[in-house]
């Protein structure tokens, strides 16, 4: 390309929106570039090899997890996507996996680009359900492993942590730290919330019942829904879309929350009274999928190679903190911002890893014991 | 002697809504109900399942408790507002039958969730009881039994309001004096010719919403948090969570002859049939 290292981010810097135009021209000529070249600068930058593949027509039907998070991926990928190539983008849905295996099953695949977690692209994946990931237009090279697979790239890294309510628990007192701290109901009396999924609850059940992070996997299922079942009169809500996290701690409803951290740090970050910590949380990886027979195949695999650029991740991260695929993507951030990822080197020291692959071969038994345990 | 028309011929307007419904309706609900009957090691494989865990007798009984309690609250609730409605001059009727009608057009999402934020620890209700010291805490008014409560006969009420108000409007008040006239007071009208002339109306709604309740998903849902569980979602989870659909069309015709032996108990001790007036 001809232009150097630090010619690129100040273009990239420029490029995000992060420095105007005339700081831009101005540290372009520092920099030793032409006056004249700098008008095209900005036009070679997007026009590299990957970049040139993108133009297209029509749309695509991406389906994610709604709320403040589909807004922080709208600004950072979806708008600038459209803007750059002119396929429309439509953000619909909540992704469930049994919508689309009806859909794929019926031929009438709603969705072309769908958020997926880790052990629901497995299980689709290995059932046939997905197109593979066209890596002949998609640049793999700067992705950190585990964030990349056959069916697609990553799309975020998120995690759940403990969280609560700074009114009730405020940092002059005690607050809670573990899990065993949560399900505690003499140190923290006070209301609580789960999240009605068995994911991650069995591992945060038996990490309270004393099994050492590192010995979690394979699941002793049974030891922790007895830990569950006698503390379930404990839980005063179990909900149901992540979605209802900031409802309940912002309307005060519970205390403790076992929630996404991703929702928890938004919410500590936009002033609420809420604090959580990374103690003993869990962190996965979601992976962007597209189901076979999608009807805008090519315009999400456009989408998905668009995924990889580290300007753009890096501005998601800023937007809504979760870690991001590609590495470069976090030298591109303010420090501040890298700290409120689960994925930072000093969080992630304190979490585990779902094992999304024994997910995948035993969610189907246990959901079931979960909907027993849950209804009864 | 009148001439009765030929049974067949009198069906034939039926006809295209026949067809309709067989294709639509008929038909796909068969196939989702036999799916109940496969995938299994025998036949009735799924059904053995349900039966094992404890879990759907649980299911199954705290829906039909709660179908009762709401079904029972509507018509103590509904039966003053009906009352009032068909003894109520003409323009001030319409008036109050619009303002019952009104809520049907608001979905009963958007009505269930806006129970959820009246009703929270720091929603209008509690912060009106706490003003008014009637509470020292706030009270759980939601995510639990008595939110569900609360929604379900919000959103089954108008339904109670109106099957009573039908066979009301149709006694005639000419009873009601004359009743005055032997020497009755105003109670006594009520309680000995009014109220039996009113059963049937009271008999119609509450079958209709005992069985409309039954099917009820959205409203626990969302204002149960969780802890209370109907048949609808469970029938939910085993489609989405457990990707059991044979499972799930097993427990929907377990509700759906369950609803049936209720009908037919009901027909058999109130003998609704007399009660209509069919011969």
């Not at chain 1, 600038?80 to 983008?89: L, M």
């Not at chain 1, 789960?194 to 299922?221: C, H, R, S, T, W």
């Not at chain 1, 991740?313 to 809504?320: H, I, M, N, T, V």
């Not at chain 2, 109306?201 to 099917?215: E, K, T």
């Amino acid at each position: 390309m001809g232009t150097d290292r630090r010619v690129d981010e100040v273009i990239e810097q420029y490029y995000l929106g992060t420095i105007g135009r005339r700081e831009f021209v101005r540290r372009a000529l520092l920099l030793g570039v032409s006056a004249a070249a700098i008008p095209g600068l900005v036009v070679e930058f997007l026009s590299g090899p990957a970049r040139a593949q993108t133009k297209g027509t029509g749309e695509v039907v991406v389906c994610t997890w709604g709320g403040s998070y589909a807004d922080a991926q709208k600004k950072a990928f979806f708008d600038p996507f459209e803007q750059e190539t002119g396929i429309r983008v439509r953000v619909t849905g909540i992704p469930d996996v049994a919508k689309i295996r009806a859909m794929v099953s019926t031929n009438n695949v709603e969705w072309d680009f769908v958020d997926a977690e880790g052990e629901m692209m497995i299980a689709l994946g290995h059932d046939g359900l997905l197109e593979r990931a066209d890596y002949s237009i998609i640049d793999r090279k700067d992705l950190i492993p585990g964030t990349w697979s056959e069916w697609g790239v990553g799309s975020v890294a998120y995690g759940y942590a403990l969280g609560w309510s700074t009114k009730v628990y405020p940092p002059t007192g005690r607050q809670p730290r573990t899990w065993a701290d949560f399900f505690n109901a003499k140190r923290f009396p006070g209301r609580r919330a789960m999240y009605n999924e068995p994911i991650p609850a069995l591992e945060f059940a038996l990490l309270a019942d004393g099994v050492p992070k590192n010995k979690l996997y394979p699941l002793d299922v049974t030891r922790a829904f007895n830990y569950l079942k006698a503390h379930k009169a404990m839980v005063d809500v179990w909900y149901k879309q992540t979605t209802q996290i900031p409802t309940l701690m912002r309307g005060q409803e519970v205390d403790l929350i076992e929630g996404t951290s991703g929702r928890l740090s938004d919410l500590k970050q936009s002033g609420a009274p809420v604090d959580f910590t990374w103690n003993q949380g869990a962190w996965l990886q979601s992976y962007w999928i597209v189901p076979k027979g999608a009807k805008n195949r090519e315009n999400a695999m456009k989408l998905m190679a668009y995924y990889t650029r580290p300007q753009n991740e890096a501005k998601f991260a800023s937007l809504f903190a979760s870690g991001v695929p590609n590495a470069k993507a976090y030298g591109l951030m303010p420090k501040a911002a890298a700290a409120l990822l689960p994925t930072a080197p000093q969080n992630v020291v304190h979490q585990f890893q779902v094992d999304s692959a024994w997910w995948a071969a035993n969610l189907a038994a246990v959901t079931k014991q979960w909907l027993a345990f849950v209804g009864s | 002697m009148s001439v009765r028309p030929p049974l067949l011929r009198g069906l034939v307007p039926l006809v295209p809504l026949l067809l309709f419904l067989t294709v639509f309706f008929i038909y796909p609900v068969s196939r989702m109900l036999l799916l109940g009957f496969s995938g299994g090691a025998s036949a009735f494989a799924r059904y053995h399942e349900l039966w094992a865990t404890g879990l759907y007798r649980h299911v199954l009984a705290e829906t039909f408790r709660i179908s009762v309690t709401v079904t029972v609250a509507c018509l103590l609730l509904g039966y003053p507002v009906a009352y009032t409605l068909a003894t109520a001059p003409p323009r001030r009727a319409n008036l109050l039958l619009i303002l019952v009608i009104t809520p049907f057009w608001i979905s009963v999402l958007a009505r269930s969730f806006t129970w959820m934020v009246l009703l929270q620890r720091a929603g209008v209700v509690n912060q009106l009881l706490l003003a008014l010291h009637v509470v020292r805490a706030p009270v759980p008014l939601v995510y639990n039994l008595l939110g569900v409560y609360i929604g379900m006969v919000h959103i089954l009420l108008p339904f109670m309001i109106l099957s009573l108000y039908a066979v009301m409007r149709g006694i005639d008040p000419s009873l009601l004096r004359a009743a005055g006239n032997l020497g009755a007071s105003e109670w006594q009208a009520f309680r000995r010719v009014f109220f039996p002339l009113s059963l049937p109306g009271v008999a119609a709604g509450s079958l209709m919403l005992f069985v409309v309740g039954l099917g009820f998903f959205i409203t626990p849902a969302l204002l149960g948090g969780g802890k209370v569980t109907t048949v609808a979602m469970l029938i939910e989870a085993y489609i989405h969570q457990a990707f059991d659909w044979g499972l799930a069309s097993a427990l929907a015709l377990v509700l759906l002859v369950a609803t049936v032996l209720v009908f037919v108990a009901y027909n058999r001790v109130l003998n609704l049939d007399r009660m209509f007036g069919i011969r």
